[in-house]
């Protein structure tokens, strides 16, 4: 039997990560490793908590000797890390809390993967999940491919691109198995309600505003939550060993475009009139070095892998906006801040 550790698995992305390979691969033993930071939620994890191939870790990578202790323990034949600090704001606020998180943290995983794995890097692989951002800002035009420049604008990004290159450095210095990705915006169920499509589901409902900054006019390229896990699994079974692979949903969207499309949905789906949701949209001064556009080429997963998004948009979005119009209690409980009880509720006496 396998032993998969993943990182940050309490979290938004690695919570649908961890749900696929628990679900999937009974065969593996999948170990969640998470701090339980604010985005970090079990309930996310409810249906797959009693599975008897999944284990629940509570730990903190910046933490060296506690990661070499798992590491030893459970003799992990292969990582997906995806434990971060990810918030953009929060990074220009506490660039530290990043530069600890995910450079230490990550060095700390590469450190105990060497020192356990030895010699004997047979059938190992580190898989280490990045983010479109290192890349910089795109003008109107063009997309980033995995040659492009690192060009990091946020004490966030730098921090991911950091982190980025010493998994490379492992790679060629000391011949670690790595392989890694970087994706665009990822949106679906179970995200924390500080970005910005389930922060605006919750205040259209509760008629509070909807801050936009500056004139709304910074493009992301859009990515459902699922579809990326299924990238992931690709990746980490079939990517090639020391390559990056870019992860896009091909899906280019205004950030104004997309909060009208998202009022548009609500006021339809809460039976109110037609633009009574828009007058909620307030403009607020730019966040500091705010990135203008991000769009992926994700060609080389697809010719390499077979992977394309699966899910269009407008399907996508409309099964995001139902589900959490359909899962009010976990939506206020996180809001509220009662999910962080979840832990001592359930994992209390066992861990």
């Known amino acids: 039997m396998k032993t998969i550790l993943i990182t940050g698995g309490a979290g938004f992305i690695g919570s649908h990560v961890v749900r696929l390979f628990v679900k999937k691969y009974p065969d593996y033993r999948i170990v969640n490793l998470d701090k339980l930071t604010y985005a970090g939620n079990l309930a996310n994890l409810k249906d797959v908590e009693n599975c008897p191939n999944y284990i629940f870790e509570k730990a903190d990578i910046t933490d060296g000797g506690r990661m070499l202790e798992l590491f030893s323990a459970y003799r992990f034949d292969g990582v997906i890390h995806l434990a971060a600090e990810s918030h953009v704001d929060r990074s220009i606020l506490n660039p530290m809390e990043f530069i600890l998180t995910n450079i230490v943290g990550t060095v700390n995983l590469l450190n105990a993967a060497r020192a356990t794995w030895g010699e004997d890097m047979q059938g190992k692989r580190f898989y280490h999940i990045s983010t479109d951002e290192v890349y910089g800002s795109l003008d109107d035009e063009g997309k980033f491919l995995e040659t492009t420049p690192y060009d990091p604008r946020s004490p966030y990004s730098a921090s991911k691109a950091s982190s980025d290159h010493l998994v490379r450095a492992y790679f060629h210095t000391y011949h670690l198995p790595a392989v890694l990705s970087n994706c665009s915006n990822n949106y ?18 509760n008629n509070k505003p909807l801050p936009v900054y500056g004139k709304g006019e910074n493009v992301r390229d859009w990515l459902y939550v699922v579809d990326h896990a299924k990238a992931i699994d690709l990746i980490f079974h079939k990517g090639r060993e020391g390559e990056t692979y870019n992860i896009g949903g091909n899906n280019e969207w205004q950030n104004i475009q997309l909060i009208r499309k998202l009022c548009e949905i609500m006021d339809r789906k809460l039976g109110r009139e037609a633009g ?10 730019d966040r500091a070095g705010h990135d203008l556009r991000y769009a992926i080429d994700a060609t080389k997963i697809k010719n390499e892998l077979g992977w394309e998004p699966a899910i269009r948009f407008t399907e996508g979005f409309e099964t995001t906006v139902d589900w959490y119009l359909s899962n009010e209690e976990w939506l206020n409980n996180v809001t509220s801040g009662d999910y962080q009880k979840y832990y001592e509720e359930q994992y209390g006496k066992r861990v």
């Open 276 to 285: 009574e949701s828009e007058k909620l949209i307030t403009f607020v001064k």
């Open 188 to 205: 679906g169920p179970y995200q924390f309600p500080e970005k910005l499509i389930p922060l605006f589901i919750h205040n259209i409902r």
